[in-house]
């Protein structure tokens, strides 16, 4: 294909908002707008990566360090918008609302008679905490929700310490939005004070740890009053207990007690769909040098960057020409500068476009029979007979 048609727009700078490399090569090259619409160019790369995503092994082929689970494939990067734990020992890889982790039982102790103790102005967790002298993981803090296909009222009880997972909730219960003041307090529950004990006409969801966990201080469904030493299982029921908190930095691995990571990613594949448009961005930021993008030559939107230098005496491009007919003849994907441009533009345009080798024909070498071929990450170059020089492209190694 011609450079011409493609209408390849290159770019002297970076974008100000080049969110990372790979996204200010691919905009500097032409590949994608500042705005990230794909441009012809970058249009080429998505074609030949749905072609290749016919390999089962198609992953395994884009030589990207990647993190994945048996769903999902994520490529790491500082301003994605996943974040993954990750388990640098064992490999465990999971969206960060999903992560299971190895929680801590409390240490155990015998359970304390219930006691109902005036907490003035003591709404929150962290108020609760600091008016009774209490760590956060002695506290149980109450959530309520509203189950959508139903309209059964939720009450969830998870440990003050830690925060609750919505898409764990959803998974045990179904879709949920939050409760009214009208549906909490028709359940006997108190905003801000709320406890299971004593609830009415609530499904009482709890976290496995809060059946670990003895005398803990919860609402007493009385404004200004809670209740110490409540214990699930003595003073309430609940009918469902499960996983319902999110992993946290610090926390250890639920499979081989190592410490997990959080991972700010984005998503290349979800089992067998593909997100070509992350991958390219991938493929940028892990295949680039301080001159352009340095694509696999199987990644890469063309086998070959074929350019002419305008001469005096030879017409270069007749002879670009008819070599370019020859490499399409061979089954290579070539794209042909045919600009009236300087040597130095279009080096420069090569080195930005990252195809994996160049072939270069200037007036100088045809007087001598020869071209000039370059692999884009070869300080190199070598002279090949314009003869030769498809066997050498055949045989060239990217």
């Known amino acids: 294909m011609k450079y011409r048609e493609l209408q390849i727009q290159t770019q002297r700078d970076f974008p100000n908002n080049a969110r990372t490399p790979g996204f200010g090569w691919l905009v500097r090259a032409g590949y994608v707008t500042r705005e990230n619409e794909i441009l012809p160019l970058g249009e080429q790369v998505l074609s030949r990566l749905q ?51 190895k929680k801590s039982p409390p240490v155990q102790e015998g359970q ?56 764990k909730l959803k998974n045990v ?35 496995d740890l809060i059946t670990q966990s003895p005398n803990l201080t919860a609402g007493a469904n009385e404004a200004g009053y809670h209740l110490l030493n409540t214990n699930c299982g003595r003073d309430y029921s609940p009918e469902i207990v499960a996983d319902l908190v999110q992993v946290k930095p610090g926390d250890f691995c639920d499979q081989c007690d190592d410490t997990l990571s959080i991972i700010s990613s984005i ?15 991938a493929l940028a930021d892990t295949h680039h040098d301080d001159k352009g993008l340095t694509f696999p030559k199987s990644m890469a939107p ?14 270069t491009l007749l002879k670009a020409g008819e070599i370019y007919d020859q490499f399409q003849s061979a089954g290579l994907a070539v794209l042909f500068d045919d600009r009236d441009e300087r040597a130095g533009v279009k080096f420069n345009d090569a080195d930005l476009i990252g195809c994996p080798v160049r072939v270069t024909v200037g007036e100088k070498n045809l007087k001598n029979g020869m071209v000039e071929l370059k692999p884009r990450k070869d300080g190199e170059n070598r002279l090949v007979n314009c003869q030769e020089i498809l066997i050498a492209l055949q045989t060239q190694t990217c």
């Open 51 to 101: 072609d290749l995503s016919k390999n089962p092994n198609f992953i395994s082929l884009l030589d990207l360090s990647i993190i994945s689970n048996e769903i999902e494939t994520y490529f790491p990067i500082s301003t994605g918008p996943f974040e993954i734990i990750h388990c640098k020992s064992c490999k465990y890889t999971e969206r960060i609302e999903l992560a299971k982790f």
């Open 112 to 167: 304390l008679p219930i006691e109902r103790i005036a907490t003035p102005d003591c709404s929150t967790i962290e108020s609760l905490a600091n008016f009774l002298n209490l760590p956060k993981e002695k506290t149980a803090k109450a959530l309520m929700y509203t189950r959508t296909s139903d309209h059964q009222f939720v009450f969830v009880v998870i440990r003050g310490d830690m925060n609750l997972s919505e898409a």
């Open 173 to 207: 219960i179904g879709e949920f939005r939050l409760a009214t003041p009208e549906e909490i307090m028709s359940a006997g529950a108190t905003p801000g004070y709320a406890s299971p004990v004593g609830l009415k006409n609530g499904l009482i969801v709890v976290d």
């Open 267 to 281: 998503n290349l594949a979800t089992r067998s769909n593909f997100n070509f448009d992350n991958i390219l961005l």
């Open 302 to 315: 063309f086998d070959v960057y074929l350019m002419h230098i305008p001469g005096k005496e030879i017409d």
